[in-house]
């Protein structure tokens, strides 16, 4: 008798947590619903972001401004394919696929057009063009990374993220053109760019903990130039962008190429933009 009790108590305790357990008041429920939310809130803020990104992405497409394209169209898939492959509709799944496969293409369509006109216009004019294009976008990005508070917010790390991948797609193209330059004052300006950007590139990588996508070691340009004060601080960014502006404060010995047209030697039409819009937040719903 005495065990057989013991038993029915056993099993009413158990029949009791099990209820418990189906409640929404549960702390075990709670916990799992807040982690769930949490998962739909990065999720939406991802495909968010790279709506946004896109959304930059075809409008410097469709200027020709295809090198701050491809890097806009890389970065936003970094967001956007994670979040297509964790959505957990299957029709929404599939758009968001559909979507990034016709980004990425674009984006590899763009790179080999890059590449011919490297290999067709292979002059420090050129180089020099697509660096410049980059660095302004870079620079933009940089600004508002440090106009945002705090600098842990998810648009600062964005921003960061975004300005750290263009400087880095700059640096071979200063590279590019301080090889083509030989020993003369503009191959001695563009060094000292390049050297500025790329400790740029560790400041920014250090202050919003973004991962650096170059590493440690000098590449093609000379790391002995000292780099001017003005980048040691992000509030900097703005001399930054006045000194890499086509338009101002430039220096005597830059040519005046505008980051934003392609040498005359480009003679090719622009190829329309296969994305006819951005990606739609519709595709956040089931």
Do not use: W
Request: glycine letters at 2%; proline letters at 7%; hydrophobic letters at 35%.
């Amino acid at each position: 008798e005495r065990k057989k009790r013991g038993k029915k108590k056993k099993e009413k305790k158990e029949e009791k947590k099990k209820i418990e357990k189906e409640t929404p008041t549960h702390p075990h429920n709670q916990s799992l619903a807040s982690h769930m939310a949490a998962a739909v809130a990065d999720q939406t803020l991802a495909l968010e972001q790279s709506r946004q990104l896109v959304t930059e992405a075809v409008e410097h497409d469709t200027a020709n401004r295809i090198a701050v394209a491809v890097v806009l169209y890389r970065q936003a898939l970094r967001l956007l394919i994670p979040a297509a492959r964790s959505h957990p509709h299957p029709e929404t799944r599939t758009q968001l696929t559909q979507l990034a496969k016709q980004y990425l293409g674009r984006a590899e369509e763009l790179r080999a057009r890059l590449d011919q006109q490297a290999a067709t216009a292979a002059t420090a004019d050129f180089a020099q063009s697509l660096a410049l294009q980059l660095t302004v976008a870079a620079v933009a990005r940089d600004q508002a990374a440090s106009a945002s508070a705090p600098p842990s917010s998810c648009n600062a790390i964005l921003h960061a993220t975004i300005a750290v991948a263009l400087y880095s797609e700059a640096l071979p193209h200063f590279e590019t053109a301080i090889r083509q330059s030989g020993r003369s004052s503009q191959a001695d300006m563009l060094r000292a760019r390049h050297n500025e950007y790329r400790n740029r590139i560790a400041q920014l990588c250090a202050q919003f903990h973004v991962e650096s996508p170059i590493s440690a070691t000098a590449s093609g340009a000379d790391h002995q130039t000292t780099v001017p004060t003005a980048s040691s601080h992000p509030a900097s960014s703005a001399t930054m962008a006045s000194s890499s502006s086509p338009t101002t404060g430039q220096n005597a010995t830059q040519p005046r190429a505008q980051p934003s047209a392609q040498p005359h030697t480009h003679t090719r039409a622009p190829t329309p933009v296969s994305p006819t819009k951005p990606i739609s937040l519709s595709a956040t719903s089931p």
